[in-house]
């Protein structure tokens, strides 16, 4: 009875470490077992986005393996103490899943976006329309009466690096200008609209 040992989880083994009749000592590792509905995932965050999570904030998470499986879920703890590796801070952050994904296999890479701010009926254009000005200051073109592009000054809001609220400077139904880069058959580089 002395030599039984109990999990403290209910869940499934996936490594075993010993072999019947062999030695072990209180600091051998004997096995790895984990919970079989894979609900929690630990995830890194930049030092510029820790600051805005906490605690029951809502997440969404996809996976680079499950296409097209979108799980909800929510921040279970944020951890304040941060890891550096070659200079890049990150601070670990544990996700709970609001139910088990099917498919989902432990050490998956997974995407979680946490929903930090909401706004409705707001005027957005694409974040990359959004240019700054020689003073660092945020600017948009717009498309003039006469065809020509107008640089034009913003105050901007939210801003999920796909979309950025627009709070002032622009109107609804105007044409902004986004720049593209487009490969020259001669450089290899260009500048496009």
Same mark, same amino acid.
């Given at each position: 009875e002395a030599a039984t040992l109990k999990s403290p989880i209910d869940? /499934? @083994?996936?490594?075993?470490? =010993?072999a019947p009749n062999d030695w072990a000592s209180a600091s051998t590792q004997i096995a790895y077992i984990a919970d079989p509905s894979l609900r929690h995932i630990v995830a890194q965050v930049n030092e510029v986005d820790i600051v805005r999570l906490s605690v029951g904030q809502p997440v969404r998470v996809s996976f680079d393996a499950l296409p097209?499986?979108?799980? /909800?879920?929510?921040? +279970?703890?944020? #951890?304040?103490?941060?890891q /550096?590796? $070659?200079?890049? @801070?990150?601070? $670990?952050?544990?996700?709970?899943l609001d139910e088990a994904v099917e498919g989902l296999i432990q050490g998956m890479t997974a995407t979680?976006? =946490?929903?930090?701010? +909401?706004?409705? #009926?707001?005027?957005? @254009? &694409?974040?990359?329309a959004v240019q700054y000005d020689m003073m660092g200051e &945020?600017?948009?073109?717009?498309?003039? *009466? *006469?065809?020509?592009?107008?640089?034009?000054?913003?105050?901007l809001g939210m801003n999920d690096g796909i979309v950025v609220e627009v709070l *002032?400077?622009?109107k609804e139904g $105007?044409? =902004?200008?986004? &720049?593209?880069?487009?490969?020259? &058959?001669?450089?290899? +580089?260009?500048?496009?609209?």
């Open positions: 869940g /499934t @083994v996936l490594d075993l470490y =010993v097209g499986v979108m799980a /909800t879920g929510h921040v +279970e703890k944020v #951890n304040v103490r941060g /550096t590796d $070659q200079g890049v @801070v990150t601070y $670990q952050v544990e996700i709970v979680v976006r =946490v929903l930090v701010g +909401e706004r409705d #009926n707001v005027l957005v @254009v &694409p974040a990359a &945020p600017v948009v073109y717009v498309r003039a *009466d *006469d065809g020509s592009w107008v640089s034009t000054s913003v105050e *002032d400077g622009i $105007q044409t =902004v200008r986004i &720049p593209v880069t487009i490969a020259s &058959p001669t450089t290899g +580089e260009g500048v496009g609209e």
